[in-house]
């Protein structure tokens, strides 16, 4: 299990937002932080996936439970 730095609760919330709201949280984190984005929006796994890697931050892992995905991201 990741322990996160940080946590934003980005469910019922539709592409973009779920993306924007990422890109806002881990500008305020430090290199090395973990960040913990909660959605349900199916297509956030593919554009968090997109995002991280257009970032360089590390999609540590991805995990649904429940409807609900829990996606964390390394600050690089």
Do not use: H
Request: hydrophobic share 35%; charged share 30%.
């Amino acid at each position: 299990m990741v322990t996160a730095d940080k946590t934003i609760d980005c469910t019922g919330l539709n592409c973009p937002l779920p993306v924007l709201k990422t890109k806002k949280a881990m500008d305020e984190l430090t290199p090395g932080q973990t960040l913990e984005m909660l959605s349900t929006d199916p297509g956030s796994k593919n554009d968090i996936t997109a995002w991280a890697k257009r970032t360089g931050n590390e999609l540590v892992e991805t995990v649904e439970d429940s409807g609900v995905f829990k996606f964390y991201l390394k600050k690089s």
